[in-house]
């Protein structure tokens, strides 16, 4: 019998000029035992710098977006969950 596949999580982290907290953010999300998460950076307009630290880790769970401009929180959320794959959507903000 074949086994039932594990729903997807996808964790969004919403940043802005938040390096050292969304690094904390994204390591903790790492760091979870559960076998199919999928983790999202959407950094809004800013340029803090954790892209490169992304290309770093590379972990193929990880998903960096940046906005051009400033949008709000509301639209970090709305890209988030646009590009998220995973069945269920969870927000680390």
Known sequence: MPQPSIP?????????QRYESTIRALESARRQTYPSLQILVIEDGSDSGIEGYMRQVEDPRLVYHRHPDRRGLPAVRNTGTRLAEGEYVAFLD
């Open 8 to 16: 997807t999580v996808s964790v969004i982290i919403p940043t802005y």
